[in-house]
Each structure stands twice: as structure tokens, then as C-alpha cells.
């Protein structure tokens, strides 16, 4: 199973980015996966989670407001919109995913992660 973040970069305070995860060697369909990020001295910290069904979506609320979790099930992938963006959401940003159909923020949860993306907003 292998999960793979594309979409981070450099960015001025107030753009965006969009980040995706693509999963290959088996279906998440089902299962929730969500983002995670992890900034310069902090510990790896819930960002958002959709589950299975993309219905159902969940937001940290440092990110509510400017940032939209979607999956694509057919394409086996993951998006992460990030509006409005401020320095502070500078950090790897990581995708996870797990078999069973409830969101958690706790990531120790999570099944299976990718390697991560850089994001950095500068002031």
C-alpha cells in the first residue's frame, strides 16, 4: 500500500494550494483518510478527515472556514483545498488513511501514510 502527496510548494501569505494524495495497491473506498501536519518543533497535529463516503467531513479548527477535505473514490484520491492561507499552516503536510470508517484525530489511528509535502507560507 503506498500513499503519495503532490500539490505543496511555496506560497505568499493569502494564496493557495491544493494538495492530493493518490493511493495504490488497494481500495480506501470505505475507509476515512485524512490530513495531517506537522510544523518546525510541534508534534504531527489532525488537520481534516472525510470518511468513506465523502458525505461526512471534519475540520481542526485552526483550518474551518478556509480549508475543504474531498475525495475522489474512483480515482483512489484525496484532496486538500487550502485557502486563505497564513505562515502559520507552514509545515509537511501528510496523508493518511485507515480500513475502518470513523474520522479520528489521533494519528496513531491511521493505518497507512505517504512520505509527506513541504507547504510554506511566507509573511
Known amino acids: 500500500v503506498q500513499l503519495v502527496e503532490s500539490g505543496g510548494g511555496l506560497v505568499k501569505a493569502g494564496g493557495s494550494l491544493r494538495l492530493s494524495c493518490a493511493a495504490s495497491?488497494?481500495?480506501?473506498?470505505?475507509?476515512?483518510m485524512a490530513w495531517f501536519r506537522q510544523g518546525p518543533g510541534k508534534e504531527r497535529e489532525f488537520v481534516a478527515g472525510?470518511?468513506?463516503?465523502?458525505?461526512?467531513?471534519y475540520y481542526a479548527d485552526s483550518v474551518k472556514g478556509r480549508f475543504t477535505i474531498s475525495r475522489d473514490n474512483a480515482k483512489n484520491t484525496v484532496y486538500l483545498q487550502m485557502n486563505s492561507l497564513k505562515p502559520e499552516d507552514t509545515a509537511v503536510y501528510y496523508c493518511?488513511?485507515?480500513?475502518?470508517?470513523?474520522?479520528?484525530?489521533?494519528?496513531?489511528?491511521?493505518?497507512?501514510w505517504g512520505q509527506g509535502t513541504q507547504v510554506t507560507v511566507s509573511s
Open positions: 472525510i470518511r468513506g463516503s465523502g458525505i461526512l467531513t
Open positions: 495497491g488497494r481500495t480506501f473506498s470505505s475507509g476515512a
Open positions: 493518511a488513511a485507515k480500513t475502518s470508517v470513523a474520522v479520528d484525530t489521533a494519528a496513531i489511528l491511521y493505518d497507512y
